[in-house]
């Protein structure tokens, strides 16, 4: 697994991809580090293909070193002001997105796909 960096700033934002069409269970082909920007929010998005009965379930975890992973608090778009650690499972198709919230300790983040049945999975991380 590669750490990529995505590095928040002062120009435009930068985005990593954390996993390019990837089935199965397990970690993300990568994990993403956004430097010491913590204070940033940051955007990871992700999208689905899928096939018969899908589902798949995710986990954000985020490390300050890349070996010792916890939950990261994220939010829907929807409700931005309501942040949760739980574990997101998908049943459908598209494109989803998730706040990352600023302030949180992480400096690299990976996702874990579980309880997968015929989901295949972009993900991209965009740190601002």
């Known amino acids: 697994m590669a750490i990529i960096q995505a590095y928040g700033g002062e120009r435009l934002p930068n985005s990593a991809r954390l996993s390019a069409a990837q089935a199965g269970n397990g970690v993300s082909t990568h994990s993403v580090d ?13 999208t689905t293909t899928v096939g018969a009965t899908p589902t ?8 300050a070193d890349g070996t010792g992973w916890w939950p990261v608090s994220y939010a829907d778009p929807a409700t931005p002001e309501t942040p949760t650690v739980e574990p997101l499972t998908l049943t459908t198709a598209g494109t989803v997105r998730r ?4 302030g949180q300790p992480w400096r690299v983040l990976r996702l874990t796909y579980s309880a997968n049945t015929n989901v295949t999975n972009t993900a991209d991380l965009t740190v601002f």
């Open 34 to 46: 956004r430097g010491a920007a913590t204070e940033r929010p940051a955007l990871l998005t992700l």
């Open 56 to 63: 798949c379930t995710y986990a954000i975890e985020g490390s």
């Open 99 to 102: 706040i990352l919230r600023p």
